[in-house]
């Protein structure tokens, strides 16, 4: 499977302050990496290198040649004495699709009003329509889900994963909730500057490093999640035979 964004080696210091060491993940058509850690854990700096926003010290950032991104950044502050309407907003990242792209993301109600009176959920999937405005074949997204309510984010997070099944994207997202994430990712990156661990959802939510980065509360929340599965993941993703169990890779950089 070809990848449209790979990170091998990342590292990244700021006055001497390592902020990145040693990271690496890869993401290709169709599949949802997950990135997760604690605040401070470089996860937007993670995604700016991969964005080509900020340089790497040193490894290597990659991206298929020709691949257009898109991205929604972590919040949208619109100053609320400028007048700036939902059609104004999506003209300027192209002209054309506009109803198309808020309908595909269930905002097609708001294109008439204005930014600053949309509701923390309106305002992300109208940031996700923007996006994919550009027919993107990789979407970054960092904590696409912010100031949305429980419910709000568990639909987020299926319409992302409906999105990347059926126009084939990659997707890259930072997420601080693996727990909502769990049933739409592929792979999940645990990240603490350096890659903690990484793999298949249910098998990173069960690493001890996880737990020690998340607690024991996250780990009795997911419990939740995994007790009705009959069967255990290896890293990729693949069903493991029984009675054995895979946990993922783990990296101690």
Same mark, same amino acid.
């Given at each position: 499977m $070809?990848?449209?964004? $790979?990170?091998? #080696?990342?590292?990244?210091?700021? !006055?001497d302050n390592p902020v990145l060491v040693?990271? +690496?993940?890869?993401? !290709? !058509?169709?599949?949802?990496?997950?990135?997760? *850690?604690?605040? #401070?854990?470089? =996860?937007? $700096?993670?995604? =700016?290198?991969?964005?080509?926003?900020?340089?790497?010290?040193? +490894?290597?950032?990659e991206r298929a040649p020709g691949v257009t991104v898109g991205y929604v950044p972590q919040r949208l502050v619109v100053p609320p004495t400028l007048p700036l309407s939902v059609r104004r907003f999506l003209s300027m990242a192209g002209s054309a699709g506009l109803e198309v792209a808020l309908e595909r993301v269930g905002a097609g109600h708001v294109l008439g009003r204005q930014v600053q009176r949309l509701s923390g959920g309106e305002l992300q999937r109208v940031m996700l329509a923007r996006a994919l405005l550009r027919r993107p074949q990789?979407?970054?997204?960092? &904590?696409?889900? *912010?100031?949305?309510?429980?419910?709000g984010q568990a639909e987020l997070y299926d319409l992302i994963a409906a999105l990347a099944r059926e126009e084939g994207c990659g997707v890259l997202l930072v997420s601080h909730d693996l727990h909502l994430v769990m049933a739409a990712t592929? &792979? /999940?990156?645990?990240?603490?500057?350096? /890659?903690?661990?990484?793999?298949?959802? &249910?098998?990173?939510?069960? %690493?001890? &490093?996880?737990?020690?980065?998340?607690?024991?509360? /996250?780990?009795?929340?997911?419990?939740?999640? $995994?007790?009705?599965?009959? %069967?255990?993941h290896l890293a990729d993703g693949t069903v493991a035979a029984p009675p054995h169990r895979h946990g993922p890779e783990c990296s101690h950089g």
């Open positions: $070809t990848a449209l964004l $790979t990170l091998d #080696g990342v590292s990244l210091a700021f !006055a040693e990271v +690496g993940l890869s993401v !290709a !058509a169709g599949r949802i990496v997950t990135v997760v *850690g604690p605040n #401070g854990a470089g =996860k937007s $700096t993670l995604l =700016k290198v991969a964005l080509g926003l900020l340089p790497a010290d040193r +490894g290597r950032v990789l979407l970054v997204l960092d &904590e696409p889900v *912010g100031g949305v309510d429980m419910a592929d &792979e /999940v990156v645990c990240l603490n500057r350096h /890659v903690c661990c990484a793999g298949h959802p &249910e098998a990173v939510s069960r %690493h001890p &490093e996880y737990l020690a980065l998340f607690g024991p509360r /996250v780990a009795a929340s997911l419990a939740v999640y $995994t007790h009705a599965h009959d %069967h255990a």
